[in-house]
């Protein structure tokens, strides 16, 4: 068992990376104008600046917390971090859209080890009576650096070159690589055989679903490079499933999803991502085009949003094991659809043009019910499962999360623009009323997946986890 120094230490390090990873989600938004004045770049180049992290970052979560499992994941987590400094390395140094997009993709490729094989170090670090605790850290800084992204990159952006959002993680990549050789302890999980077939069908029908969701409202949801896509994502998903089913020791373990809790935590990651990724794109857009601010105002202001997530997460944390995680996972995805609902009837009622002070209590709900929900969420998922299959629900649970994200902008971004032209603060407002309800909704199936398929408070540790796998999968 380790000593509390040397939990400690770990924690420094995963979280350091983890929140370099997570920060560089919507970082290069506010660059974006910057990039293409430099590269002459049209909007499909801008597309693909924030496509290609995603595309490689959501295709390889899972296959990365399977070989994680199999081959240590310390070795696979500072792979990523080097890999991830590299690509940030290659941004900086980038002449051309194409080298910009492939050095994002290598980023994306990066965070795909860095985010779920953090979680799985820090949950085998911590005996179960304090998992929740750290758990509950190890949410708020993620949370923290996805949703203080763009106020960073409005900061550097104003004061700087565009290329000083990725020279800044080179530094903080190297400090974690060789802390992270010294300090991190080894642990693995199943050893399965490496089943190269089964990680490329995954990976392609990943591929296919995230590029359609990515391009529908671009391209149109009627062509036949979206639906093609989407459709034959979902044909190869199905023949990953056959695949699977068929071997002895299959990398992906469906038994699992015959576990009631297991199956209501990715389905509430899913939910929630969607509602609440969309609702963050929409915003902003709102505080900007709408109400007026710039983007590194639209930021500040935002910290209203983030400061919550942030404070909330650890504390749920603490909470998790008094309460439960079903409570307050509930109570977190509650406060998440009061406040699009709050949003939305402030603009029916008042219009568009609106003081900021009184969108502050939306805010702040939003905020804290993101805190209040990413470490049950987290904490959730993996004592669901047995200890030795951590890193492959830990990869699952981000690769839902992750889907869900880019389902939610999608489809909120689709409800948005289906009303018409733009061509007043006013106008909107009328636009963004009806994909907050949509985005509303969204969270509600997180809740419900949640009220209905979880028994009781779901109050556990591992030896209590390992038992409800056991007899739910019997059924």
Not at 167 to 185: E, H, K, Q, R, S
Not at 231 to 250: D, M, T
Not at 352 to 363: D, E, G, R, Y
Not at 406 to 413: L, T
Request: charged share 10%; with cysteine.
């Amino acid at each position: 068992m380790l000593s509390t120094g040397s939990r400690v230490r770990l924690l420094v390090v995963t979280c350091i990376a983890l929140f370099m990873a997570m920060l560089d989600n919507l970082v290069i938004g506010v660059a974006l104008p910057s990039i293409q004045e430099d590269f002459h770049a049209g909007m499909s180049d801008l597309q693909w600046f924030l496509n290609a992290y995603t595309l490689a970052f959501a295709v390889l979560l899972i296959p990365f917390s399977v070989l994680g499992d199999r081959f240590g994941r310390k070795k696979m987590f500072l792979l990523g971090v080097v890999l991830f400094t590299l690509g940030s390395l290659a941004s900086a140094l980038s002449t051309s859209s194409i080298e910009l997009s492939l050095s994002r993709a290598l980023q994306g490729i990066g965070s795909a080890a860095i985010i779920p094989l953090s979680l799985t170090l820090v949950n085998a670090a911590f005996p179960p009576e304090k998992r929740a605790a750290a758990i509950g850290l190890w949410s708020g800084i993620s949370g923290l650096g996805l949703s203080i992204g763009p106020l960073v990159g409005g900061i550097i952006v104003n004061g700087a070159p565009w290329q000083m959002i990725f020279w800044i993680n080179v530094p903080i990549g190297i400090v974690a690589i060789i802390f992270g050789a010294f300090w991190l302890t080894e642990s693995k999980g199943e050893r399965k055989p490496l089943d190269l077939p089964g990680i490329v069908l995954l990976g392609t029908s990943l591929f296919g679903i995230v590029f359609g969701l990515m391009r529908g409202n671009s391209e149109g949801w009627g062509t036949i490079d979206v639906w093609g896509s989407m459709a034959g994502g979902a044909v190869l998903l199905l023949a990953f499933y056959l695949w699977e089913r068929s071997r002895k020791q299959p990398f992906v373990q469906f038994k699992y999803f015959r576990n009631r809790s297991y199956s209501a935590y990715l389905s509430a990651g899913f939910w929630m991502n969607a509602g609440i990724f969309g609702a963050i794109f929409l915003l902003t857009l709102f505080l900007q085009q709408a109400q007026g601010y710039s983007a590194l105002g639209a930021g500040v202001r935002e910290m209203a949003w983030t400061v919550c997530t942030m404070i909330c997460a650890p504390v749920a944390g603490l909470l998790v094991g008094r309460y439960g995680t079903k409570r307050i996972l509930l109570f977190g995805l509650l406060l998440q659809i009061a406040a699009m609902v709050y949003i939305a009837v402030l603009i029916i009622n008042q219009g568009a043009v609106i003081p900021f002070a009184i969108l502050v209590p939306a805010m702040v709900a939003a905020g804290a019910g993101m805190g209040f929900s990413f470490t049950p969420l987290s904490h959730g998922i993996l004592t669901s499962v047995p200890e030795n299959a951590a890193g492959e629900a830990s990869g699952l649970s981000n690769a839902s999360r992750e889907l869900g994200g880019v389902f939610g902008v999608a489809i909120s971004g689709l409800v948005f623009e289906s009303g018409g032209a733009i061509t007043s603060p006013e106008a909107f407002g009328d636009h963004l009323v009806p994909a907050l309800f949509v985005l509303a909704g969204m969270l509600a199936l997180g809740f419900l997946s949640v009220a209905i398929l979880i028994r009781g408070k779901h109050k556990s540790s591992s030896k209590e986890s390992t038992t409800n796998v056991r007899v739910e999968t019997s059924n």
